[in-house]
């Protein structure tokens, strides 16, 4: 069983940063492949950025590349998505998600875990 909790969600302004904190618990966090969701208000969810179990691999978005960087520390259980360049389109709820795959997952159905979601915020 793995428990997922975000943080570091809030209010920003067009082009400021934020970053996102994932803390997970459970000893076999490192052997989860990783992933950042988001769904913003009336749209669909959309896979942010994905990162496999050592972080040597990752993907991003068309939408946030060259803006936000996915990371981990399997130290310290956690993942993180630092956002920079932050648009109004941004505006989401963003989850955190834990993959049994070790290379995480295409399909949402491939992340067994969730964690409760953090709101970013982005005005213009």
């Known amino acids: 069983q793995v428990q997922l909790v975000e943080s570091g969600g809030g209010l920003v302004q067009a082009g400021g940063s934020l970053r996102l904190s994932c803390q997970a618990s459970g000893r076999t966090f490192s052997t989860y492949g990783m992933a950042w969701i988001r769904q913003g208000p009336g749209k669909e969810r959309e896979f942010v950025a994905r990162i496999n179990w050592s972080g040597g691999v990752t993907y991003y978005a068309d939408s946030v590349k060259g803006r936000c960087t996915i990371s981990r520390d399997n130290a310290k259980n956690t993942v993180y998505l630092q956002m920079n360049s932050l648009k109004p389109e941004d505006t989401a709820v963003y989850y955190c998600?834990?993959?049994?795959?070790?290379?995480?997952?295409?399909?949402?159905?491939?992340?067994?875990?969730w964690g409760q979601g953090t709101q970013v915020t982005v005005s213009s």
């Open positions: 998600a834990a993959s049994a795959y070790p290379s995480g997952g295409y399909y949402y159905s491939s992340y067994d875990y």
